[in-house]
């Protein structure tokens, strides 16, 4: 997810610092929202072999579905940035997501 680990020395105010019997041992940075989901559209094309916009329609709408449940639309800009790597539009990707919850009865 892109986390960042450092001397907990190191540690800021929104940093996770990780303990062992009592002492601080290590610090975690997570990073933004919005970073987070960079690295997980590129886990997903590496998974997927290939560049999501070369994906099909079907493949394309699994990945939404995946984004979705992840969270991705959570994230300020997350349509449009996913509509970017999958090639598509915000519309087509509001259309996924509509569909999905049509099809869940939502």
Do not use: C
């Not at 394309?60 to 979705?68: C, P, S, Y």
């Not at 969270?71 to 996924?96: D, I, K, M, P, Q």
């Amino acid at each position: 997810m892109g986390a960042e680990l450092l001397a907990p020395e190191e540690a800021q105010q929104d940093d996770v610092v990780l303990a062992w019997e009592g002492r601080d041992v290590i610090a975690v940075r997570l990073p933004q929202l919005s970073d987070s989901l960079d690295h997980i559209l590129a886990a997903m094309e590496r998974r997927h072999g290939m560049p999501l916009a070369d994906l099909d329609r079907k493949a394309k709408q699994g990945v939404v579905r995946t984004l979705e449940a992840r969270g991705a639309f959570s994230v300020r800009h997350g349509v449009e940035t996913v509509a970017s790597a999958l090639g598509v539009s915000r519309f087509t990707v509001y259309n996924y997501l509509n569909r999905e919850h049509a099809a869940k009865g939502e």
